[in-house]
């Protein structure tokens, strides 16, 4: 049976550095029989957390649902029906943009914290899913996950979505050019990272 594969883009514009790559992880991904679906977040209606915190009151293993009523249950579906998923941000600002952060913050679910309890657990362990984690940077990829937030806001999402960090994709550099063009080594990395997904 072939997998699936979800991404969620939160980039602010199509063709640039952070589509290329998810776009290259998932062809490779496809090469090997794999079914890909790619979530824009500038193109899906989510509206920001609350905070009311009904999602986390919810006991047991299954994801808390939002009281909410947009874009994001959908996804999420589709998201737990996957092998794997693949997240995406740019920098900015030293951290993944506000519309991942947005999306982040909406996965609050995926804890059990009810009233009274001082801090929150996660609802399970388990790691059912493979995840690949990609950021692009004005600085060197390879400062990424030491100088930003964005490196650990990818990881966040990871496992709040029940997803192990199997690779990650750290592209820096990319402000020399209005529409900066990943490199062949690069594009070649990302396709074999989607191969061994699927």
């Known amino acids: ?37 790619t979530f824009y977040l500038t193109e899906e209606h989510i509206e920001f957390c609350t905070h009311c915190r009904q ?6 293993p299954e994801r808390g649902k939002c009281v909410l009523q947009d874009g994001l249950e ?12 693949v997240l995406a941000s740019p920098v900015s600002y030293y951290d993944a943009t506000a519309l991942f952060r947005r999306f982040l913050e909406r996965l609050l679910g995926s804890i059990y914290w009810p009233w009274g309890q001082n801090a929150p657990r996660p609802r399970s362990k388990l790691l059912a899913r493979k995840a690949i984690l990609v950021a ?8 990424i996950p030491f100088a930003t937030g964005t490196a650990k806001a990818l990881r966040l999402a990871a496992k709040s979505l029940g997803a192990k960090p199997v690779g990650s994709l750290w592209i820096g550099l990319i402000a020399q050019k209005p529409q900066p063009q990943l490199s062949v080594r690069t594009l070649n990395r990302a396709r074999r990272m989607g191969m061994e997904l699927a």
Do not use: H, N
């Open 1 to 37: 049976m072939s997998k699936k594969i979800v991404a969620i883009v939160g980039s602010y514009r199509k063709g640039g550095a952070i589509d290329g790559a998810v776009e290259a992880i998932l062809a490779g991904a496809r090469e090997r029989g794999a079914e890909t679906r």
């Open 55 to 60: 999602c986390t009151q919810q006991p047991g």
């Open 136 to 143: 692009s940077s004005a600085m060197p990829g390879f400062l």
């Open 74 to 85: 959908a996804i999420l579906t589709e998201i737990e029906a996957a092998d794997a998923v």
